[in-house]
């Protein structure tokens, strides 16, 4: 669309042709006692035009039982939330041409988005996976007393710093394609971590260890993540949940060292202790650590002997198939020990400070060639880089994995 | 051609068949291996989740000490969660200069420096994009003829899409299945191809984490693969070491082979099933081996 645009002079709207276009719909009704099943339309529109606009199309002009929620239209509201061609997306903010020809035989597919209970055709219980899930990490803020007179003052920084997740539209994306919840419906979910980082980032509420610390100890909570990423390539306004899950565990368990009861403190501590120990993984020690607390006589310790215990079978066929080494498993495998040394001086350097050393999330993109937006936005972050080895970037001025696009 | 060469930690710990039969691959593609045996873990994700400063400046030194390796073209890894570990930690560093010279700071005590703009390819992509399909078609021996083999990418090296560089040019969310249709094979598509294997929580869930593996496994086996191939050790250790555990999980026998993707290349360049060390995994390659014994005796005969 943006080449036609480019193309024709502002004042002559472009003129583009309509072609047909199929869309395969699932279509399902719990109600009827029937199966789903797919259904074929050819439509005629622009093919800048959206995918959204073809199933209405196809509404009017063939079927109005198709059901689809929507409302703006324009990739604000959130409510089209579905799976085109197997990918979640908005259905609003995909163009019939792209659409097709990511369609593996030309016709696009559109069926409800996943995780969630279908109502009717496109439309998905929101209610009884997402709004619950965002209910449960109580979304809004518990403000720190006494509540000033007039407004809070608090450092421009930090509210920049949750710009990111604030940016949600609560499609349910993030939720449809989340893999942890797949297998776990438990799971709280990128959506609902999004929104606690929310509050959990912003410098008026008055409880960031109590949400942290809830967070932690659910077993179905932070640690439930799985890094798969598909959140993060699944977010229209790329609020990168799965960045702000991250961003969570970090002060979970470095500033409040919550050690919660699902290993996820321990599991980071042992990881980055053992590399520190041997400059490599050493996994055989890990799993030990991960349950017992990062010590060598971590294996001792009920938990993790009990985790050994039910490992046992795989450790010894591994172990009869030479698959591990008892050297391996026993001694690891380690960096020599001028290489040891230098990595063991980068952890005390970074370590060391009082503050961690976070990019803000506006800095990160491509530094050449900067767009002007971007180019602003770093010149207005640039302290954070800082130099001379005294970075002066707050705490929590924002981390960017995940993101950063 | 020259690579820095990057095994990971896994290959040469829990997966030490994966590390030795891109030993025996590499001379057979022309890829010369220097391996880096001074740098340190990538962090897996777990360093970054720690303090992401840290996960930088770790990475930055192995970046710098890949290119201080006289006439290396790029860096290479067998690992897609150092690749997607090292590319998230490269992309903040590429992203800004002063960052950049915060980070090299640390560095400067051993004499090392990163220079924006290192290529960094997991062995999959180097296979595609490098040495090209045509030229692995025209090196195979032995055709993968009637193996069914289903492809198990991991997260790491396939999302998110534009930071690894996945577009309609590069589609290498799609190399497995290009590579595998190179070497003769016949690809099978299943549910979980693209999904997540469950081990960045075995130790937080194990059930979780178990019930992920066990149900890509038993999608490839409704699928009918003979048997997956994989460019991540990580998944490897959930879907072949776990393998016996998943199956209590998700209460099904399993017994699907899983093999590096060194290996399934291995095994069509014509190297035999001991040297690539099919013998070492917890599920016994048996439909691999046996197909691959009797395509060597007719070839003989």
Known sequence: ?405 | MKVAYWPGCVSRGFTPELHGSMAKVAPLLDIELVELDRACCTGAGVIAEHNQELADTLNARTFALAQQVEGAELMMNICSTCQGAQSECQQRLDANSEYRAHVNEALAAEGLSYEKGLTNKNFLWLLVEEIGLERLRSLVLRPLHDLKVGPFYGCYIVRPRDRLGIDDAHPRDQYLHMVIEALGGNVIDYAGMRKCCGFPIITMNKEISLRQAGRHLGDAVDAQADCLVTPCPLCHLNLDLQQPLAERVVGRELEMPVLHLPQLVGLALGLGTDELGLGRHVVRPTSVIDWSTSVVGAAAA
């Open chain 1, 1 to 405: 669309m943006a080449e036609r645009v480019e193309q024709t002079p502002a004042s002559e709207p472009p003129q583009a042709t309509a072609e047909q276009f199929t869309l395969r719909l699932r279509r399902y009704d719990p109600h009827s006692g029937d199966a789903p099943y797919w259904e074929e339309h050819a439509i005629e529109l622009a093919p800048h035009r959206s995918v959204l606009e073809g199933i209405l199309q196809a509404r009017d002009r063939f079927d109005g039982s198709i059901a689809i929620r929507c409302s703006c239209r324009q990739g604000i509201c959130g409510s089209c939330g579905v799976r085109i061609n197997g990918e979640p997306a908005l259905a609003c903010h995909t163009h019939l041409d792209v659409a097709a020809r990511a369609a593996s035989d030309g016709i696009i597919e559109v069926e409800p988005m996943g995780n969630m209970p279908v109502i009717k055709d496109l439309i998905v219980d929101m209610d009884a996976v997402h709004w619950t899930k965002i209910r449960r990490v109580t979304p809004w803020l518990l403000a720190k007393q006494p509540v000033p007179e007039r407004e809070y003052l608090v450092p421009r920084e930090s509210m920049v710093d949750i710009t990111q997740t604030m940016a949600c539209i609560q499609c349910g994306a993030c939720v449809s394609d989340c893999l942890s919840m797949e297998v776990d419906p438990g799971f709280i979910g990128p959506a609902a971590l999004a929104k606690a980082y929310r509050f959990v980032g912003d410098p008026r509420d008055a409880q960031q260890y109590e949400r942290l610390l809830d967070l932690a100890q659910d077993p179905h909570g932070l640690f439930d993540c799985t890094h798969c990423f598909n959140c993060v390539q699944a977010c229209p306004k790329d609020v990168n949940p799965m960045g702000q899950i991250m961003r969570l565990r970090r002060i979970a368990t470095s500033d409040h060292h919550i050690v919660d009861r699902n290993n996820g403190e321990r599991h980071e501590a042992a990881f980055t202790g053992l590399v520190r120990s041997y400059g490599l993984n050493h996994e055989a020690e890990l799993l030990p650590r991960s349950y017992g607390g990062n010590s060598w006589f971590a294996k001792f310790r009920p938990a993790a002997a009990k985790e050994t215990l039910s490992s046992l079978p795989v450790i010894i066929k591994a172990l009869l198939r030479r698959k591990i080494s008892p050297r391996i498993a026993i001694f690891g495998h380690r960096l020599r020990s001028a290489d040891l040394k230098a990595v063991q001086a980068i952890y005390d350097r970074v370590e060391r400070r009082e503050t961690r050393f976070e990019l803000n999330l506006f800095i990160s993109g491509d530094e050449e060639p900067a767009s002007a937006p971007q180019r602003a936005a770093e010149s207005e972050h640039a302290g954070h880089a800082g130099s001379g080895g005294q970075p002066p970037s707050p705490n929590g001025a924002g981390g960017d994995e995940g993101s950063g696009q």
